[in-house]
């Protein structure tokens, strides 16, 4: 089985700009999360899906939204970019529905530079 | 904050000695997984120790948890150049279908 994708792997905005970024889980996977890392925060929980419909929001602001479609691709959304947005972005998906207890299979993230 | 803390923040040692890294977290868990990061890149699942388990053993890992401390500590055996990595601790709790990672640990093994 393909392992999870993440589209683009590179990027580089300017400020005010906004980016989508893209997650395709494995084959089966129904469950996406997504975490964004940086050096001084480590790695913090974005959202979660389940069959299209948004389980869980970590602490973003409101520019940070997502949504999941039919076949559990999943794609998240960053307006009005600011230069604290700039960070690596990863997506895991689960075999099951309870992320909190499953095996999470990670992609190689979306490195996003704000400039 | 339920974030896990991890101890020590890095780590080096030879290749061939052993290294243990320490998880420590606030609150009830579900099961506590440990991950690797290679170098800004995507984590990798080692293993995931359930709350009513006490010890596991995948290869040359070994994982132990202790519920009445809240801490879990991975044990990496004969190191190779290769587990030059950062290791995770991730919790999962009751209700919140997310994980929690801890800050890490950046191991670097020296041949």
């Known amino acids: 089985k393909a392992g999870v994708t993440q589209t683009p792997r590179y990027l580089i905005k300017t400020r005010g700009q906004q980016v989508t970024l893209s997650c395709s889980p494995i084959s089966g996977h129904r469950s996406v999360s997504w975490y964004q890392q940086t050096p001084g925060q480590g790695l913090q929980f974005l959202f979660e899906?389940?069959?299209?419909?948004?389980?869980n929001k970590g602490n973003f602001p409101g520019r940070f939204s997502g949504r999941q479609f039919s076949n559990s691709r999943s794609e998240m959304n960053v307006s009005t970019l600011e230069l604290g947005d700039s960070a690596l972005y990863l997506c895991?998906?689960?075999?099951?529905?309870?992320?909190?207890?499953?095996?999470?299979?990670f992609g190689p993230g979306t490195r996003l530079t704000v400039l | 904050s339920q974030q896990g803390e991890e101890d020590p923040q890095a780590l080096s040692i030879q290749e061939g000695e052993n290294a243990t890294m320490n998880c420590s977290y606030k609150?009830?868990?579900?099961?506590l997984q440990w991950y690797r990061q290679n170098s800004g890149r995507g984590l990798v699942h080692l293993i995931l120790?359930?709350?009513?388990?006490r010890e596991k053993h995948s290869g040359r890992l070994r994982v132990t948890l202790d519920t009445s401390k809240k801490s879990s500590s991975l044990l990496i055996t004969a190191s190779r150049a290769a587990d030059t990595a950062s290791y995770f601790c991730a919790t999962g709790f009751q209700g919140a279908q997310k994980l929690v990672f801890g800050q890490g640990t950046r191991l670097t093994i020296n041949p």
């Open positions: 609150t009830s868990i579900n099961n």
């Open positions: 895991a998906s689960s075999l099951l529905a309870r992320p909190n207890t499953d095996t999470q299979y």
């Open positions: 899906y389940f069959s299209e419909t948004q389980r």
């Open positions: 120790i359930r709350s009513n388990e």
